[in-house]
Structures are given as C-alpha cells and as structure tokens.
C-alpha cells in the first residue's frame, strides 16, 4: 500500500515537473487553454473537497473567486503581490467561516439557494460600495504579472490542493465529514462537532477558490462587478466535478479537462447556443454517470476480477 | 434489581417538552442504577422516543434535569453527551450505508475522547465484530448487510465508545424469534459487562426476559414504576398500554 502511494506520489510529482515547463512552448493561446485547465481544475477540485463527502451542494463558487479577484482589484497596485494574496486568502477565510456558520444548518436545497443567492448579494454590495463610496464602477489592474506568472501561480496552487486533500482524507477530519455525509445524526451521536468540521472544510476549499480568483485577475485588465461575480462559474464548477466525481479527490479534475476543452470549442463555435447545449450536457451527465468518471473508472477495475475489489469477505 | 447507592448512572427530573400544543414529555422523572436495564414502555405516541431524543440531546428539554454520572446534561449538544458515555440506537437502524462494516465501528470510537492508538483501535474493532456476531463481515458494505444484521452492526457502533449508558430504541422489534434469542442474550451479556441500559421496547417477552425496573408512560406522562413483574400486571398500566387484553404474548 505505502509502494504504491509512493509511486503515485512520485508519478504527481514528474507530471507537475513536466507540466512547469508549459510556457517555455512560446504558444500564446495553448498557455491561455493551460491556463483555464488549471482555473477550473483547482476550483472543481475545492469543491469536491467540500461537497463530496458532505454532499451539501454549494454554489457560493463564484462568491469566493469574486472576492478574491476584487481585492486584486482594489489592493494590487498598493501592496506587495504575496501580501497581497494573503489578504485576498484572509477575506475569503473569514467570509466562509461566517457564511459557514450561519447556513450549515440549513441542509438540501434551502443551502442550495442560499450559497447561490449570497453570490447575487455580494456582488450587490459591491456595486453599491463602488458607486457610492468609491464613485467607480470598473477598475483597471495594472499589476506586473504575466500569463506565465498565472500559469505557475496555479500549478502550484494545484499541487498545495491535491497534497491539502489528500493529507485531510486520511485525517480523522476527513473521516468526519464522511461519517456526516452519510448520516448527520448518526455523526452527532458518534461524538464528532459537526458543525465545526463542516465549517472547517467549507473554509478551506472557499479560501482555495478566493486564491484562484485573486491569482486569475490580472489576467483582465479591467475589472467590475459582472465579471469577477459571474454566476456560470459556480454552475460550471459544479458540473464538472460531478462529472468528475466528487466522492473521489482525484475526481473533479476528471470532469474538469474535458469540459474546459469542451466549453472552449462549443464557446467559440456555438456562442448563441452554448447555453442550450451546456444544459443538455448536464442532463446527461446526470443521468448516465450518478457517480461520475471515477465511479465509471471504480466499475471498471471492479468488473473483471469481480470479487477482487469489495466482497472478499461475503 | 439493584439500585446500588452510588450516584445513579442516569437521572431524570422534571422533564418536559411540547411541540406546539401538544406536550410530549410532561414532568418525567426516574433513575437508572449502575448496570440496570431499566424499561421505557408505554403504547405508540406516549413520549418515549421523544423522551430519548431529549436525553441524547436531539432535542432540548423545555425544563427539567437530565444527569448522567451526576452531570447535567440537559440541553447540550449531542455530540458532547456521546463523549460523556452516552451511546443510542435508533429506532429505525441507522448504520452508514456507503461504508464497510469496520468502518462503521470506527466511527463510533475514533471520535471519543482521549483518541485510541490506531492498533488498539483495530484490534476492538475486531473484538465488537465478534461480540455482535459479525466476525468475518468487517470488510463488507453496510449496505449489502440484512435486517438483523444491519441492528448487530448499529449496536457494534454504539459499543464502540465504551458507553456508560446505552439507551435502545425498538433495538428488538422486527426480529424473527430464533433472531429475538439472539438478540435478548446479546443485550444480557452487555449487562454483564456494567453497561447500564434503558431499553424502549414493544416485545414484551424480552422486557420480562431483561427488564429489572420499568417506567411505563402514557400520553407522555409516566403512569407506573417499578419492578417488571409488578408494572405489568398494574390495572392501570394494563388498561392504558394493552388496552385492556391481557399481555401473555
């Protein structure tokens, strides 16, 4: 077991070492595709973090990219860029923790709702901030960053979230949160904080996401509301890790490259339709993979030995 | 038959809890001596279920005292009262569908506190296996598991943190009577053990068969206590939960 951990660790590792080298290809646009893969690879990945095991559905995505991007906007030509990011992780830390608390208790559709309306109150308060106070509705970022620097920025960021995932499934809170998706009440009465683990992850994979959308910014020059707070994020993060499957930390990523190349082609050659066509997609996935790519992947190695797998002792 | 002179291992006072108008534990009151099993009867709707939710902490009392091993606990969460050593079944089983049966054991200890080394863990892991008759089965889904088995793994569960007080809910109920053998010996040999136990239950032959005291409650009043024997062939305890038909069932 540890040889094999081993060498899937060491397997990790040459892929990321392989994947730094990206820029050096000279291409513009395979760096920008690189680029939305790894965007979209990381957020599915946090949101699986979360809403895998616990299976409460967020779609508070958005919330935390936006808030990330926004303080880039806001801080990026004032501070030190890694100070700059350390805001941008507190403020997306902090937020979580209170939405956390105050909404874990809601469970089923009514968290549904209440993720996917906190964004439309965010962004909200931001126009209103911004064109009360601030008397701007846009702002321009001018920061020294180049695409490379986003590339590496979230290469990196993408290992820190496979290693942080793959360290808290093996922890006793991950454990937790396992027990809890299962059965809430069950977990109260095996002695676990429910509340309190819940919090914990719904934070950490919200603080990932404000990394993203801090990281992510300087790649628009001009930032507003409708933009960092686009709602498709949330919809399209959530389709892809259940695509994906989110039971499984290497899941999202599954769902996440193949929909990014997808949504890419059908964007540029179908922009009135796109929408139409993602919904059908999305039906589909649904219906004919319940437990996504990885639970395809798990049938499969399970089918031909049969017994190998699950039911030895049966 | 003891009630030993120590601190009870549970004691109630004054419990009560409405829902709206309709008030479904109304000043209960009674103690549990160290390794009793003590009987919560009383016919459907009379407060038992809801009296267990309010002593386990799913739900908070209205006014009243609930003291495990002389500490308060009415109110608190229930996950701070299951570190206290109080450890329930549900009345409809509820294992973990999507895990193995090891894992479902360990769920009941790995949250208790001070944490077991993993080894020690395993090795009572192993040992509740076998106690509930299981042995063989840890790496089989919950799922795949049939109806008695389904209740041996919740109660392997609910053993797993060592309780001090283990409250069952119709653990019994919907066994076959070669199952219900099974099942009254198994909950005999966790008297032996000091386990103390409050037993809701609905077969009578296994509230005789174990039952040293019971509380009899109806429209979520308690209406009787006392020794077994004695509680149920009270005349009003007869009236209100058999309606009146003798019980030699």
Known sequence: MTARTAGLGALALAAFVLLAFVPRLGNAYYLALAISLLQYTVLATAWGMFSGPTRYVSLATTAFFGVGAYTVA????????????????ALGAILAAIVGLSTLRLSGVYFVIFTFGLTELIRQLVVWFEVNKSRVLGRYVFVDITQADIYWQLLALTAAVFLLGWLIARSRLGFALRVIGEDETVAKHCGINTTFAKVALFTISATVMTLVGAIMAPRWTYIEPSIAFNSMISFQVLIMALLGGAHRLWGPVLGAVPLTLLFELLSARFPNTFTIILGCI?????????????GLFEKLAAAPGGKTTQRVAA | MSRESGTPVLEVGGLRRAFGGLVAVNDLGFAVG???????????????TTALNLMSGVLRPDAG????????????????????????????????????????????????????????????????????????????????????????LELARALAAKPRLLLLDEWLAGLNPSELMIGIDLIRSLKADGITIVLVEHVMNAVRALCDRCVVMSSGRKIAEGATADVLSDAAVVKAYLGGVAADA
């Open chain 1, 282 to 294: 999305f039906l589909l996935i649904v219906y004919m993979l319940p437990r996504g790519v990885a």
């Open chain 2, 34 to 48: 160290q390794g009793d099993i003590m009987g919560l009867l009383g016919p459907n709707g009379s407060g038992k």
């Open chain 1, 74 to 89: 806001v801080l990026g030509e004032i501070l030190p860029w890694p100070l700059v990011l350390l805001i941008a992780a």
């Open chain 2, 65 to 152: 005292t609930i003291r495990l091993m002389g500490r308060d606990i009415a109110g608190l969460a229930s996950y701070r009262i299951a570190r206290l050593g109080l450890a329930r079944t549900f009345q409809l089983v509820r294992v973990l569908d999507g895990m193995d049966c090891r894992e479902n054991i360990r769920a009941g200890l790995a949250f208790q506190k001070p944490h077991l080394p993993a080894a020690e863990a395993e090795r009572r892991i192993d040992t509740l296996l076998d106690r509930v008759g299981l042995a063989g089965h840890d790496r089989r889904p919950a799922a795949d598991l049939t109806y008695i088995d389904r209740k041996r």
